[in-house]
T-cell receptor, first 112, second 114 residues
Framework: GEDVEQSLFLSVREGDSSVINCTYT??????LYWYKQEPGAGLQLLTY?????DMKQDQRLTVLLNKKDKHLSLRIADTQTGDSAIYFC????????????FGKGTTLSVSS | NAGVTQTPKFQVLKTGQSMTLQCAQD?????MSWYRQDPGMGLRLIHY???????DQGEVPNGYNVSRSTTEDFPLRLLSAAPSQTSVYFC?????????????FGQGTRLTVV
């Protein structure tokens, strides 16, 4: 079945880099996503990567995709206290645009 | 720009009561879906719809009904609420024609069943 796995917690110091890892199961997923959820709020798309890409960089964010190992990572450079949130990895095992399958989320805690 | 609007934001029900969680989007998106979020469980898909008149079950559909009579609205019905349905519910919409098929989420409905 479809399953997305993430580590549950990550703690870093302000200014360090954060790396959040994710493994997924469905190799037919067209897009892979990273969503951010701040306390008491809904989910907001942080970034995404198309399945034919290996890497995508967007300002402080770098997404790496290893299709062979079905491994996705999100690197946040120069992590700030405002980056403290829950980060969800998600895949689209069916046709693009249909419902997402989420991991359980990684809680990132940034200390100053 | 309203995006995805969910109502109510908070609700307390007694066991056995019924209610409907409302979800509306103004982006003309074909796809809509409902998720529940529980501590340590991430978001789990309840039901989804790929267009008006079409719905399908997700991972945890039991105890919930949906319908999609218009493109804009996708209500979620709890027929007989149970304490196990205490959760935060999120509605999302997306379009297959977008560049990245981004899903837009509502702010959530926090439901407590006592």
């Amino acid at each position: 079945g479809e399953d997305v796995e993430q580590s549950l917690f990550l703690s870093v110091r302000e200014g360090d880099s954060s790396v959040i890892n994710c493994t997924y199961t469905d190799s037919s997923s067209t897009y892979l996503y990273w969503y951010k959820q701040e306390p008491g709020a809904g989910l907001q798309l942080l970034t995404y990567i198309f399945s034919n890409m290996d890497m995508k960089q967007d300002q402080r964010l770098t997404v790496l995709l290893n299709k062979k190992d079905k491994h996705l990572s999100l690197r946040i450079a120069d992590t700030q206290t405002g980056d403290s949130a829950i980060y969800f990895c998600a895949e689209t095992p069916r046709q693009a645009g249909t419902a997402l399958i989420f991991g359980k989320g990684t809680t990132l805690s940034v200390s100053s | 720009n309203a995006g995805v609007t969910q109502t109510p934001k908070f609700q307390v029900l007694k066991t056995g009561q019924s209610m409907t969680l409302q979800c509306a989007q103004d982006m003309n998106h074909e796809y809509m879906s409902w998720y529940r979020q529980d501590p340590g469980m991430g978001l789990r898909l309840i039901h989804y719809s790929v267009g008006a008149g079409i719905t399908d079950q997700g991972e945890v559909p039991n105890g919930y009904n949906v319908s999609r009579s218009t493109t804009e609205d996708f209500p979620l019905r709890l027929l007989s609420a149970a304490p196990s349905q205490t959760s935060v519910y999120f509605c999302a919409s997306s379009s297959p024609r977008g560049v990245n098929t981004e899903a837009f989420f509502g702010q959530g409905t926090r439901l407590t069943v006592v």
